[in-house]
Structure formats: C-alpha cells, structure tokens
C-alpha cells in the first residue's frame, strides 16, 4: 500500500507563488511516475503535471511556464511549485502516483492514477 500526503496549499494573492509538498510512504517501489491532479468547483478534475523516475515532465498547457514539479528521492516527496498564480488555479489539487506514467491519465470518465493524496485547497483571490 501507499500513502501520499500533501501539504503547502492555502490562500495567495494573484500573482503570488506557493510550493506544495507531497510526501510518499509505504510500497513506494511500486511508484515510477508522480503527478498533480486538480479540480475546481463545478468543473472536472484535470492533470496538472507529470513527472517521471526519470524526470521527465509534462505540464497541461494551462500552467506551462508557470508551474514546476520536481521531485526529492531522498526524501521521497514530489513538489509542485505554482508561480503567477491566477484566480483560475484555485482548486483542490491531488498527489497521485502510479506504476507508469501510461496509468497517470483523464478521460472523458474521469482520471485515473494508482494512488491519490487526500487533496488539499488552494485559493488564488484576485
């Protein structure tokens, strides 16, 4: 089994930056790929970005520029570091992880990933 665990989210101004951490334990050695996932009010779940154990990453196109995942395999956390934050982004945003990136994916029935964060919330006032 494995746990993912965010933390980092709130409240920031339009313009600001915030970094969210997610901490991996448990079977990790199952996990070869780690994204963020975020959902606003009203609205369907989306990727975020995707990050390899590699290192590879992949952004939507949404936050391309403006968002960074990385990732501390020492520390087994993966980050998202948002910058230029828009009212747009305010969502909750997901930790999730799976056995390859080809299991990290939305369709038109929702996303999927082998495992979620419990999410948490991110507001962007403008």
């Known amino acids: 089994q494995v746990r993912l665990v965010e933390s980092g989210g709130g409240l920031v101004q339009a313009g600001g930056s915030l970094r969210l951490s997610c901490a991996a334990s448990?079977?990790?050695?199952?996990?070869?790929?780690m994204a963020w996932y975020r959902q606003a009010p009203g609205k369907q779940r989306e990727l975020v970005a995707v990050?390899?154990?590699?290192?590879?990453?992949n952004y939507a196109d949404a936050v391309q520029g403006r968002f960074a995942i990385s990732r501390d395999s020492a520390k087994n956390t993966v980050y998202l570091q948002m910058n230029s934050l828009k009212p747009e982004d305010t969502a909750t945003y997901y930790c999730?992880?799976?056995?390859?990136?080809?299991?990290?994916?939305?369709?038109?029935?929702?996303?999927?990933?082998?495992?979620w964060g419990q999410g948490m919330q991110v507001t962007v006032s403008s």
């Open positions: 990050i390899n154990n590699g290192g590879s990453t």
């Open positions: 448990g079977s990790i050695a199952s996990i070869n790929a």
């Open positions: 999730a992880g799976a056995k390859s990136t080809e299991l990290i994916y939305c369709a038109g029935y929702g996303c999927y990933s082998d495992y």
